[in-house]
């Protein structure tokens, strides 16, 4: 879903400041990105951005909708590559057919996990369904650790049971929250979860002291730590809290998805679709893709031509890692 991007990205504007929020929260506000498809859906990009590149081993967060389709044309997302990484999928509302390498056909629902692993290389296409009215949901990358960022190509998909708790009903798609353990396995310890907050309410959440937390906000205003998160802003917290805190500050119900995990230290190079640890990964894996090797394999089924990589930029790809957590 990243492939309207032609490269690093720079955000327009430093997204949080130091000197406005409580220490141990920082706001990231998001950018808007073209996606492509017939009339350039928009998604909201949190991550990565210069003051933050992963959450735990979450590297990329895209928000989107909720979007009429008759408008935006919805999502269309020709057959393109992945190295390095794991991608979920997370709908709201809507509906996406997922075609990939590995002869998957498959609907992403709202409420259902999707998790594609890339590894060493996979291709696939993202296309709304022509039922789809209204798209809304998340796009999020997981960066692989070095000793699986070569693991072969697969495909999960998991419906996580709604869990409630005072104030919020929940529901865990990766790791474990409010008691429910998702089934589905990940290279470092995570969390991603979907919280639906009471009008007015107060959740009070178990967490590992060891996570990291991201809370991206989908609808409503949310208090955390002090700082009145609002939609498409996410928050970061750093390890050390044994409890998360969120306040529902509206009348109606707000959406939250909350990411974490332990915090990931390796450098890594992010470009187009690919996650490496050089700048000659990179190159390599955009080769084979160019040269349609066997390393990515073929969709079947998608109705048009695969999407072309952009063009190396002309500096070697710089690596990127998190400023000290704080
Ligand atoms: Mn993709």
Partial sequence: MNDAEKGPEEPPRAAFGHGENPPGIEVLGARDVPLGGPRAMTVRRTLPQRARTTIGAWCFADHYGPDDVADTGGMDVAPHPHIGLQTVSWLFSGEIEHRDSMGNHAFVRPGELNLMTGGHGISHSEVSTARTTTLHGVQLWVVLPEEHRNTGRDFQHHVPAPVRVDGAEIRVFLGTLAGDTSPVRTFTPLLGAELLLDPHSTTELAVDTGFEHGVLVDHGDVHVAGTTLRPAELGYLGTGNDTLTLTNGTDSVARVILLGGTPFEE????????????????????????????????????????????VLPNVRIAPRRNPANH
């Fill in 267 to 310: 450098r890594i190079v992010m470009w187009w679709n690919f996650i490496g640890r050089s700048h000659e990964d990179i190159v390599e894996a955009r080769e084979a893709w160019q040269n349609a090797s066997d390393r990515f394999g073929e969709v079947d089924g998608y109705d048009g031509d695969r999407l072309p990589a952009p």
